[in-house]
């Protein structure tokens, strides 16, 4: 079993920041990637952020520049920091992390965070 519990959420003025955090915890053997999506009403769930365990990066054209994933391998966490957030960054954000269960078990199997809301708005 993996549990993501995400923080972080709320509401922000346009040009506002906030930083959300995904902290993974249960039985595991090792996190491989781990990443921020995100849904707004009516839409697709979409690619925000991934970062892979060495650290290497891969962000949404709509968010480069202005958004920075991180992690915190001891902690079994990852960070999206959100700046110059627009009011079209309007969604639900998922966390998503890829996991090793066990070390003879070469798949990755991945689970999803409940979601936490941001919301952008004067």
């Known amino acids: 079993q993996v549990q993501l519990v995400e923080s972080g959420g709320g509401l922000v003025q346009p040009g506002g920041s906030l930083r959300l955090s995904c902290a993974a915890s249960?039985?595991?053997?090792?996190?491989?990637?781990m990443g921020w999506y995100r849904q707004a009403p009516g839409k697709q769930r979409d690619l925000v952020a991934t970062?892979?365990?060495?650290?290497?990066?891969n962000y949404a054209d709509s968010v480069k520049g202005r958004f920075t994933i991180s992690r915190d391998n001891a902690k079994n966490t990852v960070y999206l920091q959100m700046n110059s957030l627009k009011p079209e960054d309007t969604a639900i954000y998922y966390c998503?992390?890829?996991?090793?269960?066990?070390?003879?078990?070469?798949?990755?199997?991945?689970?999803w965070g409940q979601g936490t809301q941001v919301t952008v708005s004067s």
């Open positions: 998503n992390t890829v996991v090793i269960r066990n070390w003879y078990d070469p798949n990755g199997y991945d689970y």
């Open positions: 249960g039985s595991f053997f090792s996190i491989n990637a």
């Open positions: 970062i892979t365990k060495s650290g290497v990066t």
